[in-house]
């Protein structure tokens, strides 16, 4: 028979054999995550590095249809629109046209939607990174707000402007020109040109508010990229 000792000593040789075991795997599988955590920041910076590019664009867009606009407004609201006709025109047909701010959002999806974002293991980071992807949010909505406000003008510019006008302003590749001569408009009725003044307003300040969030959210981008530096040092 075997001593009890001899029992003891096969039961700590198993029990260390598991531990270690256990330990190697435990191991194995944080390297694992770390290495899955550093991949995904250095595609988030490059995500964001193209979003700092768009906003750019973006924000330009931004400045250049709100001189538009206010251009526009002071021409229906001195009168002065039949006077300069090709103008007005012009930038009324330019307002149809709006442009919304997509992001590369392809890695904050992924961290967002299949619970990686358990992988970031900096708490400061994952704060970061939830309030960039709010602020994109609020961006989004606020592109929908104006959409909706440029939909309305068009519903008003019908009564009017000319269509026929409209529609030879239009070159072949589908680019706006201003129009010859000095068209006129539809109407000179002082409640129709009031509507499409006030559509007009909201319309600029759209454009207004679309440009203070992009600015915010460009300037989000470019804390939210030294941080990732910082923080992980990625090659």
Known sequence: RKKWTHYLWEFLMLFLAVTAGFFVENQREHYVEHQREKTYVQSLIQDLKTDSANLEGYLSSKKIKKIRIDSLMKLLTTG?????????????????????FVSTDGTMQQLKNAGNLRLITKRNVVDSILAYDRNLKLL????????????????????????????????????????????????????????????????????????IQSARLKTDAANLIELLKKEYHPE
């Open 80 to 100: 002065m629109y039949n006077q300069s006709g090709n103008e007005t025109y012009f930038f009324a047909r330019l307002l149809t046209r709006g442009q919304q």
């Open 140 to 211: 989004q909505k606020q592109d929908e707000n104006e959409e909706d406000s440029r939909t309305r003008f068009q519903d008003a510019a019908h009564n009017v402007f000319n269509a026929s006008v409209f529609y030879k302003m239009i070159d072949s590749v589908n680019v706006i020109t201003k129009p010859t001569g000095n068209p006129q408009t539809l109407t000179e009725d002082p409640n129709l040109i009031n509507n499409i003044a006030i559509e007009v307003h909201y319309l600029g300040s759209g454009v207004y508010y679309s440009f």
